[in-house]
C-alpha cells in the first residue's frame, strides 16, 4: 500500500521551506516524473485518505480530497494539486501568468489566488483543500474565552443608562484586550483547535502479535502527540480528550513513532532491542492500538 507523505509531495523543497517561504504566501511548483502520484485516484483512495491525513498532521487544520481532473475556476481556496495523469495549464488572474504540470508535477496555491484551469486529455488531478482557521474563528475562541469569565454571566445593562451601558462596554473592551495582549494568543489557539481535532477514518488492521513485522505502523491521532509530565517518571498523554499515562522512559518510544512512523514494526523493535524485551514493545504497541493512537498497514505492493 502505498502511503506518500508531504515531502513526497513536496520534494526537492523541505517541510520547513514550504511552511517558512511558501505557505499562506505564494505559490510552489514541484516537478516529478511519471507514476509519481500513481493510485491516488480516485479520491476516497486509501493512499489518498493517507496523504491528506499527513497532510493535517504537518498543518494542523483540516485537509480535504476533491477530483479536479475537469479544471475549472476557482478563488478563495488553499489547495495542493497532485497531476497523477496527463497534463493541465492554470491561468492566475489578472495578468499574474500561467503554470503547466505534466504527470508526476505538484503545485500549491493560497488562498488569495484565482484560477482558471485547463485539462487534457485522460487528465486526473487529486487536489488537496486546505482548511485553515480564519481570523474569524480566532475571534470566536477569544470571545469563548471571554464568556467563561463569571463576571459576564450576568445580563447585558440593554435598558440602564448610558452611564451603565457606557461603562459595560469599556469593562468588555479591557477584557477582550486582556485576553488578545496576553503572550501566546496563537499558540493556545493553535492547541485549543488540535484537541478538539475530529480523527479521521483510516485504511489499517488492528495490532495483533501475530503481524508480519514487515507491515508498516502509521500514527492514527490526527495531531502531533504533545507528552507531558504527570508526576514524577510519568508522562501523560492525551489522546481524543482522554488522559493516558507511561512510564516516563515510554517518551522515547512515543518519539520514535512520531519521528520515524510510517516505519515497519521490525523497524520499530529494532531501535529499542537493546533496551526492552520483545514482549513489551509488544504490549506498548497494543496500548496505543487500543487507543486509536496507531494503525498498522502492509507493505509498499501489499494491498492486503
Not at 97 to 110: C, K, V
Amino acid at each position: 500500500m502505498r502511503c506518500l507523505l508531504p515531502r513526497d509531495v513536496l520534494s526537492p523543497f523541505t517541510e520547513a521551506e514550504f511552511l517558512g517561504q511558501y505557505f499562506g504566501q505564494k505559490h510552489l511548483q514541484s516537478a516529478g516524473y511519471p507514476g509519481r502520484f500513481a493510485g491516488l485516484l480516485p479520491a476516497d483512495s486509501k493512499a489518498a485518505v493517507l496523504l491528506a491525513h499527513h497532510w493535517e498532521r504537518l498543518l494542523e487544520c483540516p485537509v480535504s480530497l476533491a477530483d479536479y481532473s475537469s479544471g475549472g475556476t476557482g478563488r478563495g481556496a488553499e489547495i495542493i494539486l497532485l497531476q497523477a495523469a496527463g497534463w493541465s495549464s492554470w491561468e492566475f488572474g489578472p495578468g499574474a501568468g500561467t503554470i503547466s504540470l505534466l504527470e508526476g508535477d505538484a503545485l500549491y496555491l493560497p488562498a488569495h489566488y484565482s484560477w482558471r484551469a485547463e485539462t487534457g486529455p485522460g487528465a486526473a488531478i487529486l487536489a488537496l483543500e486546505i482548511h485553515n482557521p480564519s481570523g474569524g474563528e480566532l475571534w470566536g475562541f477569544i470571545a469563548d474565552r471571554i464568556a467563561k469569565d463569571p463576571h459576564w454571566a450576568s445580563a447585558v445593562p440593554r435598558f440602564q443608562g448610558p452611564g451603565a451601558r457606557a461603562n459595560y462596554l469599556e469593562h468588555l473592551q479591557k477584557a477582550v484586550w486582556a485576553e488578545v495582549g496576553r503572550p501566546g494568543l496563537l499558540e493556545r489557539f493553535a492547541e485549543h483547535r488540535s484537541s478538539h481535532a475530529m480523527p479521521r477514518e483510516l485504511p489499517g488492521v488492528r495490532w495483533n502479535v501475530d503481524l508480519p513485522q514487515a507491515w508498516r505502523v502509521v500514527m492514527a491521532v490526527p495531531r502531533k502527540l504533545r507528552v507531558q509530565s504527570a508526576a514524577p517518571e510519568v508522562i501523560q498523554v492525551e489522546f481524543g480528550g482522554e488522559a493516558v499515562y507511561f512510564p516516563e522512559d515510554a517518551a522515547e518510544l512515543l518519539y520514535f513513532l512520531e519521528d520515524h512512523a510510517p516505519c515497519s514494526v521490525n523497524k520499530f523493535f529494532a531501535a529499542f532491542h537493546d533496551g526492552y524485551d520483545l514482549e513489551e514493545l509488544q504490549d506498548f504497541l497494543a496500548v496505543l492500538d487500543s487507543k486509536g493512537v496507531v494503525t498498522f498497514i502492509p507493505p509498499v505492493g501489499d494491498e492486503a
